[in-house]
């Protein structure tokens, strides 16, 4: 069947009639029987999207475009769960990878892009002198907090938003030993009172407290002040501060919330778009404290993987002369104030928050609420040419303002047939 032309190619090509799901749903009866979940992260489970209503499996993409395994394309602001920064296919990762192929992939001794590709990531994290690579953002957060554990001679840990799958984070999941639970607290940052809880308990648990590894709400943008507060109650109580910058790094500012903020950590965690969709992980911070990682059983085989830290030195360099944050800064800004232009007008209780760079939408703070309404708007912007995750939303340097433009006109479309 052939596909209708685009009248732009900066747009995605017409969806003639409902979406054709039916590569996709082959798909995804063979996932059923071999993938345990059916895909390796959870955050790209059909159930978060509009299932029946919204593709499964996609197969390539361009900038800031993508084609399902149905030959249907979308605008993405999924964005590879946010990894994609410079969208996909970019001519930076691409050349990078093409440059270093034929050098090997993994060697048997250290090479010297482990070096030249963490002095390029230290020259754009504030107050950062050294660095180690992993391949996720678990692995990092997770060297974080045992590196904490040592560097205190404490055990306890105050876990703000989500920071990985491993033990120590997800205590009160399945297959984890139950004495771990008293070794964790987790506490929220969704409301201002939450600010005044997560305070005291620093105080309280401070003779036992190892570190406050913090990813910062994606619903709020706090106050500089208050970031500070934290880090002055870890420092007088022999606590480590730990940002989680996993999503945040290179995206709401070129040093992440640490510059966003003027705040300083003693270990940042960085993924996502540390190399631009590459796996690729790190922590980072002053040597008094990464140096100690040498005297810890933190190490991994593939965390010296060539073309991927390639990657990231072009990607560091990249981010260093150009103005990727300003113009998603600025994109991001455009979609929140289009779409809830509206949703007022619709009567819609929808609403897109938070920060810049990443938009989250929101129909109720009442997550069971919220995904029963949000689940007909992805649908409807789906059948128009545009993917859109439940909550936080990635756009990207590679999208432009006639993307963004489509995508706040079809919102409206959508919010409008979605109201009668």
């Known amino acids: 069947m052939d596909m209708p032309v685009r009248k732009h190619p900066s747009l995605p090509r017409p969806i003639q009639g409902e979406l054709r799901l039916e590569r996709s749903n082959a798909l995804l009866a063979e996932a059923r029987k071999t993938v345990p979940g059916v895909t390796q992260s959870m955050m790209k489970k059909p159930e978060h999207f509009a299932p029946g209503a919204f593709p499964v499996f996609l197969a390539r993409g361009q900038g800031a475009l993508v084609e399902d395994v149905d030959g249907q394309e979308y605008i993405d602001y999924i964005g590879g769960l946010g990894a994609n920064m410079l969208g996909h296919n970019h001519p930076v990762v ?9 050098e090997g992939i993994l ?3 250290p090479t010297p892009v482990e070096v030249t590709s963490i002095q390029a990531l230290l020259e754009l994290i504030p107050g950062a002198e050294m660095a180690r690579f992993f391949k996720t953002g678990a692995d990092a957060t997770s060297a974080a907090v045992r590196l904490s554990r040592y560097l205190t001679g404490k055990e306890r840990i105050i876990t703000v938003g989500y920071n990985g799958w491993h033990d120590h984070f997800m205590y009160d999941t399945p297959g984890v030993p139950a004495p771990l639970a008293a070794l964790t607290t ?3 940052l969704f409301t201002p009172p939450d600010e005044a809880v997560l305070l005291s308990t620093i105080e309280k648990q401070a003779s036992q407290l190892a570190a406050v590894i913090l990813s910062v709400p994606y619903n709020r943008v706090l106050t500089s002040g208050f970031l500070q507060q934290v880090r002055e109650a870890c420092s007088q109580n022999n606590v480590m501060f730990v940002l989680d910058e996993v999503v ?3 995206r709401v500012a070129m040093g992440g919330a640490q510059e966003f903020y003027d705040v300083r950590a003693d270990i940042v965690c960085l993924s996502k778009s540390i190399a631009a969709g590459m796996p690729l992980s790190a922590i980072a911070g002053p040597s008094k404290y990464l140096s100690k990682l040498s005297d810890l059983q933190v190490s991994t085989t593939f965390g010296g993987e060539l073309l991927t830290l ?3 030195e072009a990607v560091m360099k990249f981010y260093k002369q150009g103005n990727h944050v300003a113009h998603v800064a600025k994109l991001g800004r455009k979609l929140r104030e289009g779409v809830n232009a509206h949703a007022e007008a619709t009567g819609s209780a929808l609403r897109v928050v938070g920060y810049d760079a990443i938009p989250m939408f929101r129909f109720s703070p009442d997550l069971a609420e919220h995904a029963k309404q949000m689940q007909p708007f992805q649908a409807g912007m789906a059948r128009r040419g545009i993917l859109l995750r ?6 990207g340097s590679a999208h432009t ?4 433009d489509y995508t706040i006109a079809m919102a409206g479309e959508v919010l409008r047939a979605t109201a009668k």
């Open 94 to 102: 691409v050349e990078a990878i093409r440059k270093h192929l034929e």
């Open 107 to 109: 060697h048997s001794l």
């Open 186 to 188: 987790r506490l929220p």
């Open 248 to 250: 945040t790094g290179f």
């Open 310 to 312: 390639a990657v990231c």
């Open 390 to 395: 439940r909550d936080v939303n990635f756009p």
């Open 401 to 404: 303002e006639e993307q963004i």
